[in-house]
Nanobody
Framework: QVQLVESGGGLVQAGGSLRLSCAAS????????VGWYRQAPGKQRELVAR???????NYADSVKGRFTISRDNAKNTVYLQMNSLKPEDTAVYYC???????????????WGQGTQVTVSS
């Protein structure tokens, strides 16, 4: 089984920065895509950023130029650097890893517990 633990959320003023981390542990034989979603109150969960195993990244239009996703494969960790934060970035942020815990199994999506990011105006 694979477990994900997130950290780094909190309260910040508009224009400030936060860095989220998401570390995977447990039996992991391979990790494919990693990424971050967010869900604001009353809204659907949306993709924020994604990084493939080959290093490609893609971002939601609303965060392009402000957020940067990175991964440390040696540590099975994905990061989300968030700069120039806006009140509309307020949400619970969830990380995911698409991983295998056995070579013969298909990849499955594993999720973090979520971390609250609140941006005050």
């Amino acid at each position: 089984q694979v477990q994900l633990v997130e950290s780094g959320g909190g309260l910040v003023q508009a224009g400030g920065s936060l860095r989220l981390s998401c570390a995977a542990s447990g039996r992991i034989v391979s990790i494919n895509d990693v990424g971050w979603y967010r869900q604001a109150p009353g809204k659907q969960r949306e993709l924020v950023a994604r990084a493939t195993s080959s290093g490609r990244t893609n971002y939601a239009d609303s965060v392009k130029g402000r957020f940067t996703i990175s991964r440390d494969n040696a540590k099975n960790t994905v990061y989300l650097q968030m700069n120039s934060l806006k009140p509309e970035d307020t949400a619970v942020y969830y990380c995911y890893h698409r991983a295998k815990d056995q070579w013969w199994r298909d990849y499955s999506d594993y999720w973090g517990q979520g971390t609250q990011v609140t941006v005050s105006s």
